[in-house]
């Protein structure tokens, strides 16, 4: 299983990006997926996670209301929809795959990792 995430770039503060995760396996639909971040200097943290539906979902705190996760079965894909962008929410931008059809706020739960998409936002 492969993941290519895209979309991260230089926004100002009140800007809204969409990142997207592209992922290469033919049971796309039986993994729960989440979107992570990893500040520079810090731990990386769950900004959001889908069931395999896209019924079920989860936000960060910091983020809920201004986020939305969203998947494509059809095509493969999930994506985050980032509004109201802060300064705070400058970071490393990762997605995540588990083997298992539920997502997870534990980084040691997800099998499978994209390479990350820097998203900068500037004040």
């Known amino acids: 299983v492969q993941l290519q995430a895209s979309g991260g770039g230089l926004v100002q503060a009140g800007g809204s990006l969409t990142l997207s995760c592209a992922v290469s396996t033919r049971t796309f639909s039986s993994y729960g997926m989440g979107w992570f971040r990893q500040p520079p200097g810090k731990e990386r943290d769950v900004v959001a996670y889908?069931?395999?539906?896209?019924?079920?979902?989860y936000y960060a705190d910091s983020v809920k209301g201004r986020f939305t996760i969203s998947r494509d079965n059809a095509k493969n894909t999930v994506s985050l929809q980032m509004n109201s962008l802060k300064p705070e929410d400058t970071a490393v931008y990762y997605c995540?795959?588990?083997?298992?059809?539920?997502?997870?706020?534990?980084?040691?739960?997800?099998?499978?990792w994209g390479q990350g998409t820097l998203v900068t936002v500037s004040s």
């Open positions: 889908i069931n395999w539906s896209g019924w079920g979902t």
């Open positions: 995540a795959a588990r083997t298992s059809p539920f997502g997870s706020s534990s980084v040691g739960d997800y099998n499978y």
